[in-house]
């Protein structure tokens, strides 16, 4: 059960002192890889830097890193059972996202980090992660409608929520390619708030100039706010670009348009494509970048579907699915730490396949079974692209799947 709010959050890290100063990352689309980058951008300047990123990829502790590496499993244990005891003792009834949160934020005061890059979880004014000291710098990237249950059901309502880890006097990064409706819910709370904003546009960020063409259009976009924020952090460091675009290109963004070899479990030589794309914003990145990349003259594509439970998949369907594709849907496992998540039933998402009006060449139900949804997805490919997609959850299971047949990818 999500239940927003700060005051237990606040009561478990009330003698918490938090020294390290904070880049807090809210929006609908590009957190993560916006805390990627610039956690590229602090290391490649030696700068000690925690991060927290929700969720997690594969185990649970992989949410928290130090310099880019997941903690051990025993540091996460510890400071978890640490901060779950001051939670029984005072009898404060947080959510497991609130322990979480308090977990890194005594990890980071444990290892004594200069920066913490902190992506929210929720929405913004009430998420766990708004309970920080020391924010030197705000980020909102892209917003769109998500967890309307929650934030509101317009995007207004939505960016309001999210403009609400604004803090008087501390700068805010606003990728400037929102809808007009959204910067203008920005810029009237920045003026109530008391905090400035600074508009990132790829366009005219200097550090695009040295990036190229290599990037797609919403990776420049990320990576515009990510300089900008780094810049007004240390603006000493962010005037020699060579160093940082080398750190930025090595980034790994894991399940975010990553190509993958899954040899080992099917057989399939080829690459397939993952990409954790779970709502209308994100679908439509993935589109075009399969149309851009895939479709090798109008080649159908092979897809992997899963989806979390209540989720309305059906404009992400449009966006993604062409006439001809093909389309195995499964149900990702339970998510540890999250029991609230559940799969959308198989059967389910290929219904809402048929009501999508785009007629699919094949369709079928692996049920709980990722193996026989890869098997099936590989030998109906037959070599032609594959993309598993529609939950990071079901990119989780993949990710574990390849782990237990010994084959590590690369997370942070």
């Given at each position: 059960m999500i239940d927003l709010g700060l005051a237990r959050v606040a009561a478990l890290l009330r003698h918490t002192p938090q020294t390290w100063k904070a880049i807090h990352v809210a929006g609908t689309n590009g957190k993560g890889s916006i805390c990627a980058y610039l956690t590229a951008m602090l290391?490649?300047?030696?700068?000690?830097?925690?991060?927290?990123?929700?969720?997690?990829?594969?185990?649970?502790?992989?949410?928290?890193?130090?310099n880019d590496s997941a903690v051990s499993e025993n540091k996460f244990r510890y400071f978890g059972?640490?901060?779950k005891k001051r939670n029984q003792d005072h009898k404060l009834g947080a959510s497991e996202f609130e322990l979480l949160t308090a977990t890194a934020f005594e990890i980071f005061?444990?290892?004594k980090v200069e920066v913490g890059v902190i992506e929210v979880g929720l929405g913004g004014r009430l998420d766990a992660t708004n309970v920080l000291k020391q924010k030197s710098v705000t980020v909102i990237s892209k917003i769109g409608l998500d967890h309307q249950s929650f934030l509101g059901n317009t995007l207004e309502e939505i960016t309001l929520q999210k403009a609400g880890i604004m803090q008087k006097g501390v700068p805010c990064v606003v990728d400037a390619r929102n809808p007009k409706s959204v910067l203008d819910v920005v810029q009237q709370h920045a003026n109530e708030t008391g905090a400035s904003l600074h508009f990132a546009d790829?366009?005219?960020?200097k550090i695009m100039v040295e990036i190229g063409d290599e990037f797609e259009p919403h990776q420049c976009q990320n990576l515009a706010c990510a300089y900008e924020a780094f810049r007004l952090v240390y603006p000493h460091y962010a005037g020699s670009t060579g160093g940082l675009v080398s750190a930025i290109k090595a980034a790994v963004?894991?399940?975010?348009?990553?190509?993958?070899?899954?040899?080992?479990l099917t057989g399939r030589t080829e690459d397939v494509l993952l990409d954790g794309a779970h709502n209308p914003q994100s679908a439509d990145v993935l589109s075009a970048f399969v149309e851009k990349r895939l479709r090798v003259g109008a080649e159908p594509v092979t897809w992997v579907l899963a989806a979390?439970?209540?989720?309305?998949?059906?404009?992400?369907?449009?966006?993604?699915?062409?006439?001809?594709?093909?389309v195995v849907a499964v149900e990702f496992g339970p998510v540890d730490g999250m029991p609230w998540?559940?799969?959308?039933?198989?059967?389910?998402i290929l219904q809402r396949v048929r009501e999508s009006g785009v007629a699919v060449s094949t369709q079928h139900s692996a049920l709980k079974s990722?193996?026989?949804?890869?098997?099936?997805?590989s030998r109906t490919a037959e070599g032609g692209p594959l993309v598993i997609a529609g939950s990071l959850y079901l990119i989780s299971d993949v990710l574990k799947l390849l782990r237990a047949k010994g084959i590590q990818s690369r997370v942070p």
């Open positions: 290391r490649a300047n030696r700068i000690s830097c925690g991060r927290f990123n929700s969720p997690h990829l594969i185990d649970r502790w992989d949410c928290i890193t130090i059972e640490l901060v005061e444990a290892e790829p366009g005219s960020s963004w894991p399940g975010r348009l990553q190509p993958l070899n899954i040899k080992r979390s439970e209540g989720k309305d998949i059906g404009e992400i369907l449009r966006l993604i699915l062409r006439p001809g594709d093909n998540v559940r799969p959308m039933n198989s059967g389910t990722l193996s026989s949804a890869l098997d099936w997805a």
